[in-house]
Every structure is written in C-alpha cells, then in structure tokens.
C-alpha cells in the first residue's frame, strides 16, 4: 500500500488550496477514504471521509462547509479542497482508506500552513 499525498503550501488566510493523495497497492474503489490533519503538538483528528462511489461524504464541523473531499476511481485519487482556510487549518494533512489491511497504512503527508 502506497499514499502520497501532495498540494499543500504556504497560504494566507482567507485562501485556498487543493490536496491530492495517489494511493496504490489495494482496490481503491473498494474503500471508503478518509482525510486527517495533525497540527503541532496535537493529536491527529479526522477531517473528512467519502464512500466508495461518488455522493456520500461526511466532515468534521471544524471544515464543513469550507472543504470538499471527492475522489477519482480511474485515477486511484483522493482530493480535499480547502477554501476560506483558517490559521487553525495549519498541519500535515494524510489520506488513509478505511477498513481492512490497507487503514494500517499512512502516507508521509502534506504540510499546510495558513499564515499572513
């Protein structure tokens, strides 16, 4: 199993971004996928996930409304866009499928940081 995620950045608030995690090595269609973020010195928290197909999504109340998860089953991809980001945003950012073999498995993650 293999999850690279990209895309973050430096941002000012008020801004966006779009992250993307290519993931390999399982049935990506098969798994729901899910977004966390760890911020300096905090536990890791869940920031969105997206069912197998297409429509079903669920967020963490501190992003909804802010971010979009969607994914690409042709392309094995993952995406969260982040808009109206917030200094609290700021963190490294990892995909992880859910569920079976494959949860065990953490990609290196994404830096954001949401700074003026």
């Known amino acids: 199993v293999q999850l690279v995620e990209s895309g973050g950045g430096l941002v000012q608030p008020g801004g966006s971004l779009r992250l993307s995690c290519a993931a390999s090595?399982?049935?990506?269609?098969?798994?729901?996928m899910s977004w966390y973020r760890q911020a300096p010195g905090k536990e890791r928290e869940w920031v969105a996930e997206i069912g197998r197909s297409i429509g079903l999504t669920n967020y963490a109340a501190s992003v909804k409304g802010r971010f979009t998860i969607a994914r690409d089953n042709a392309k094995n991809t993952v995406y969260l866009q982040m808009n109206i980001l917030k200094p609290e945003d700021t963190g490294v950012y990892y995909c992880?499928?859910?569920?079976?073999?494959?949860?065990?498995?953490w990609g290196q993650g994404t830096q954001v940081t949401v700074s003026s």
């Open positions: 090595g399982f049935t990506f269609s098969s798994y729901p």
């Open positions: 992880r499928p859910r569920g079976g073999a494959p949860s065990t498995y």
